[in-house]
Each structure stands twice: as structure tokens, then as C-alpha cells.
């Protein structure tokens, strides 16, 4: 085999390693909010990182989401909130947009009507996290 194809290959992989219509991978969500979303919204996600007493406004605590929602994880609002089709407030300025800077491997889910949704594998995987953490009160 040549070395390019080797290459081309082994860059490929993560895309044939799931289909677009894969369940997403809350273990892989937690990854992905430690990196990009735990020093504001702190480790179980109730608003309390290291960086929030810089914010002028507190970041949210996303174990309250579904309660805040009437009883059912906004999972739209969600995500276009973290790829940046909704603003969010937050220190004076909107959220840092995160959806450019995830992987470009797809990913298809469907609204509460059934409508697909697309979006990037990585916004799939720390939605399916957020929404494994919500209060259950």
C-alpha cells in the first residue's frame, strides 16, 4: 500500500468508526465538556467553575435545564446554543461558539416531531452528556 493511502486511511478512520444515525456517546460528551465547558460551567455542570466569579453574568447551571424547559431536556435549544445558532449571554459578550471548533464527522438526531437534526458528532456527544445530568427532583 502506498504511504498516502496509508495516511488517507488512517485519517479516515473515526468517520467509518460510526454512522451519522449512531446514539451519541455520553461518556465521549463528558470528554469533550471537560475541555470546552467545565472551567465556567464547573465540573457537574451547576454553574460554579473556576472562571465563573469572573463572569459578569453567572454561567448556567445545565442540571436545571430540563426543570426550566416545563419537564423535557430542550435538546434543540441545546444544541444551538453550543454551535452557535442561539446567543447566549454570558461576561458581557455571547457564550464562545464552540460548533466550529468540533470535528466535522456528522451526526443525525430527530426533534420531539420527528424532523432530523444535524450536527457535528461532538455537539451530539456533550448534549446526550448535559442531558444525562439533569436534577431529577
Do not use: N
Not at 455520553?26 to 464547573?42: D, K, L, P, R, T
Not at 441545546?78 to 455571547?94: F, L
Not at 456528522?106 to 452528556?129: E, N, Y
Amino acid at each position: 500500500m502506498r504511504p498516502e493511502c496509508l495516511v488517507l486511511a488512517i485519517l479516515a478512520a473515526p468517520a467509518w468508526a460510526q454512522e451519522p444515525t449512531d446514539p451519541p456517546s455520553i461518556e465521549a460528551g463528558q470528554a469533550v465538556y471537560s475541555v470546552f465547558c467545565e472551567s465556567c460551567h464547573g465540573p457537574a455542570g451547576h454553574g460554579d467553575g473556576d472562571f465563573a466569579d469572573l463572569l459578569s453574568v453567572p454561567p448556567a447551571d445545565l442540571t436545571g435545564l430540563t426543570a426550566r424547559a416545563g419537564g423535557t431536556f430542550p435538546e434543540m435549544e441545546v444544541m444551538q446554543q453550543i454551535d452557535g445558532r442561539a446567543e447566549v449571554r454570558g461576561h458581557g459578550v455571547i457564550m464562545p461558539v464552540f460548533g466550529p471548533l468540533f470535528d466535522v464527522e456528522v451526526a443525525i438526531g430527530k426533534t420531539d416531531s420527528g424532523q432530523p437534526v444535524v450536527t457535528s458528532r461532538s455537539i451530539a456527544d456533550l448534549t446526550a452528556w448535559i442531558e444525562s445530568i439533569q436534577a431529577t427532583e
